[in-house]
């Protein structure tokens, strides 16, 4: 396989890697194998056919060679004198066959006139005959000998004179002397004396028909090699030529009906993929390629077509999908803001006001929830508190939502019990309702006066409240059921009283129902737990808390359901008011600032410890102000103080108009570093922390409002 995509080659590798280009490569390799096997085919028939005939040719040399020479003499007597010669020498004496002592034992035979006859009779048959030698012998199955009576052979290094013997193998003895007289006998072996030759003969028989003897021809293979040496020449010249005729027309062939149009539909998708980029609607790229091969190709080419066509209209319908998925997507995001502009959602909510403080938080599983929470004052001295949780998600539950919140606070604005809010929304509900959607509903009315607290529980999940210096624990209110459920449902009101300092936190199933990835749910014990953590700590710092531990409980999990949490502190009446100073933002003016502060800590009987720590606080923070806040375009700022009852405590929050910065979205130093390697900065805020016993901050109508709380 080439190393480079199609894309990355040149001109040439194209062409070497081409469809046409192994086309003729498979042609030419296809055709060479089966050349191959034809040759090898050819060649064993050749040398089969060749060598039988050689065979049957020498064999009837030497049957027409027995006949002539038994009718001129009987070669049975010489036969039967040199095998009885043969047999009565010792071995010892035999020697290997060709000794000249043993040899000239043999030399009256020469003599005799049977011999000469015989001889003379074998060279006439060899000499006008194809074969090399033919001759007169014995197989001895005794020594396993091929013994020699007469061989015409003139050559003084390969002929074998009377008596003259070598070994012959089982095989051979065996196909000579066990011939059935059916089959033409012959034996092929390589010798160091002759190389490959072939052996054939016929037997001489005594009058009992024992054998006296062979007339034998042989036969060597080298014409056949040579034969068939010249049969491979002339077929590979033939198969050369072939192979490359029948190469080019199958390229020629493939090229016309495989490549030419797989190349146009290439070019096609090419010119296809070129319009989309230029915008150019064109959609007959495949349809016009007009290929009628009959068969895939040509299916190929109509598939494509059709696709472009689909193609085409799944665009549009993509394109409409697409543009009705941004119209939603936009309208969901004006959902989630209109929603979030539903909820209260600007803190210190009631900045004026000293007898409480409340914050909350909504988050929900999808772009709008179904939970809410509201909180608004019915009168100057009644505060209206609302937690709710609508079925079901999405879109419909934040649209049952709004409708829910809008009728919770309007029947509550004309002064109605809880009890008799919440009844007149539920049949107000149920009368037009035929989605069978419900909501349940915590809705309290808080005396700013004495810390009454009357409330209803529709369905909803338990309050969670804090006595002065106690613990968070559940109220296990008394349970009505869902608003929407039933028609004419009635509603039972219980009452509370929130001495000053006690804090009550509200939440929908969202926070307990939480789950992580192993499916366990965050439950009420761990809520009450980070509450209890986090006792002494303002409203808007215990909402984050629990916000926080559901985020690290849960980890990657998916959120399932909106998380609505609400906190609302009770001061009382006794809370002091609020007093305020405004000066240059100059580190010079700082002294005026800790004098003002220092005044009204007096009139608290503030420690001087505490004091101390105010005062540090107080020239850490103006001195960020002074330094940073206007950039050197200069500024005021402003510092107010609000004493609480309880728990006893100041409030001090520092406002300035400069750049929005919030210092406590810092990370704080690392203090077991040297000054040397330490960040520069921080160090003041960090102390600021760790000195005051709450902070908080945000930016509000175009000001930085620091906030720093420290119990007395």
């Given at each position: 396989m080439p190393e480079k995509s199609v894309r990355e080659m040149n001109k040439y590798e194209r062409l070497r890697y081409s469809l046409a280009s192994r086309t003729f490569h498979t042609a030419v390799g296809g055709a060479m194998i089966l050349g191959i096997v034809a040759l090898i085919i050819g060649l064993g028939w050749y040398a089969y056919s060749y060598s039988s005939q050689l065979i049957k040719g020498a064999f009837g040399v030497t049957k027409n060679a027995q006949q002539i020479i038994s009718k001129v003499v009987d070669p049975t007597s010489l036969g039967h004198d040199v095998m009885d010669l043969y047999r009565s020498v010792p071995e010892e004496t035999r020697g290997d066959g060709d000794d000249a002592g043993y040899l000239s034992l043999y030399d009256s035979f020469t003599t005799r006139e049977d011999y000469v006859q015989i001889l003379s009779i074998l060279k006439d048959f060899r000499d006008s005959s194809t074969v090399s030698d033919v001759y007169y012998a014995m197989y001895d199955e005794e020594t396993g000998m091929l013994v020699y009576f007469a061989?015409?052979?003139?050559?003084?290094?390969?002929?074998?004179?009377?008596?003259?013997?070598?070994?012959?193998?089982k095989k051979e003895l065996n196909t000579f002397l066990n011939w059935n007289g059916k089959k033409t006998p012959y034996y092929i072996e390589k010798t160091d004396r002759y190389g490959w030759?072939?052996?054939?003969?016929?037997?001489?028989?005594?009058a009992d028909g024992s054998i006296a003897g062979f007339i034998l021809a042989d036969v060597t293979l080298k014409e056949v090699g040579s034969g068939m040496l010249k049969f491979l020449l002339q077929y590979g010249i033939s198969m050369f030529v072939l192979i490359n005729l029948v190469a080019i027309f199958m390229t020629r062939h493939m090229k016309k009906k495989l490549v030419q149009p797989i190349n146009k539909i290439a070019e096609a998708a090419e010119a296809y993929l070129k319009d989309k980029k230029d915008g150019v609607g064109v959609t007959d790229h495949f349809s016009k390629l007009n290929i009628n091969t009959g068969d895939e190709v040509e299916n190929l080419a109509l598939?494509?077509?059709?696709?472009?066509?689909?193609?085409?209209?799944?665009?549009?319908?993509?394109?409409?999908?697409?543009?009705?998925?941004?119209?939603?997507?936009?309208?969901?995001?004006?959902?989630?803001?209109?929603?979030?502009?539903?909820?209260?959602?600007?803190?210190?909510?009631?900045?004026?006001?000293?007898?409480f403080d409340v914050f909350a938080s909504m988050k929900p599983a999808k772009e709008v929830g179904g939970d809410f929470y509201d909180f608004f004052l019915i009168d100057e001295d009644h505060l209206g508190l609302v937690m709710a949780d609508v079925s079901g998600k999405g879109v419909p539950a934040a649209l049952f939502m709004m409708v829910s919140k809008i009728l919770v606070q309007n029947i509550a604005m004309s002064g109605k019990s809880p009890a008799e809010v919440i009844k007149t929304i539920n049949d107000q509900i149920c009368a037009n309702n035929r989605e069978e959607m419900f909501v349940t509903v915590w809705f309290g009315v808080l005396d700013l006066r004495d810390g009454t607290l009357r409330a209803v529980n529709a369905g909803h999940e338990y309050p969670i409240l804090k006595k002065p210096g106690g613990d968070f624990e559940l109220v296990k209110d008394i349970h009505g059921f869902v608003v929407g459920g039933f028609a004419s449902s009635k509603y039972r009101e219980y009452e509370l009283k929130l001495d000053p300092g006690a804090k009550l936190f509200l939440y929908t199933d969202g926070v307990t129902e939480a789950s992580n990835v192993d499916s366990v749910l965050f439950g009420t014990g761990r809520t009450l737990e980070v509450l209890n953590n986090n006792k002494d700590a303002g409203p808007e710092t215990v909402v984050q808390s629990v916000n926080n531990a559901i985020s690290e409980f849960c980890g990657s999990a998916p959120q399932f359901d909106d998380i609505t949490l609400m906190c609302l502190e009770y001061f009382g009446k006794g809370n002091t008011e609020m007093k305020e100073i405004t000066v240059e933002a100059k580190i010079e003016n700082i002294p005026e600032v800790t004098d003002f502060v220092n005044g009204e800590l007096e009139?608290?009987?503030?420690?001087?410890?505490?004091?101390?720590?105010?005062?540090?606080?107080?020239?850490?923070?103006?001195?960020?102000?002074?330094r940073y806040a206007y950039g050197g375009s200069g500024g005021n700022a402003t510092v107010q103080i609000r004493a609480k009852e309880e728990p006893k405590a100041v409030e001090l929050t520092f406002?300035?108009?400069?750049?929005?910065?919030?210092?406590?979205?810092k990370d704080d130093p690392d203090i077991s570093l040297g000054a040397d390697e330490r960040e520069v900065g921080g160090l003041g805020i960090f102390l600021v922390k760790k000195t005051m016993d709450d902070m908080k901050y945000e930016y509000k109508d175009g000001q930085n409002r620091l906030t720093v709380t420290k119990l007395l």
């Open positions: 061989d015409p052979d003139e050559d003084e290094d390969t002929v074998c004179p009377t008596g003259f013997f070598e070994t012959a193998t030759i072939c052996t054939t003969g016929i037997s001489v028989n005594n598939i494509m077509a059709d696709m472009e066509t689909d193609l085409a209209d799944y665009e549009d319908d993509l394109t409409r999908v697409a543009a009705e998925k941004e119209r939603i997507s936009i309208e969901l995001s004006l959902a989630t803001r209109i929603q979030a502009d539903m909820l209260p959602n600007i803190f210190p909510a009631f900045p004026d006001r000293s007898e009139k608290l009987e503030c420690s001087l410890k505490a004091q101390m720590q105010i005062d540090v606080a107080i020239d850490e923070l103006l001195g960020n102000i002074a406002i300035d108009g400069g750049t929005p910065y919030d210092p406590l979205k």
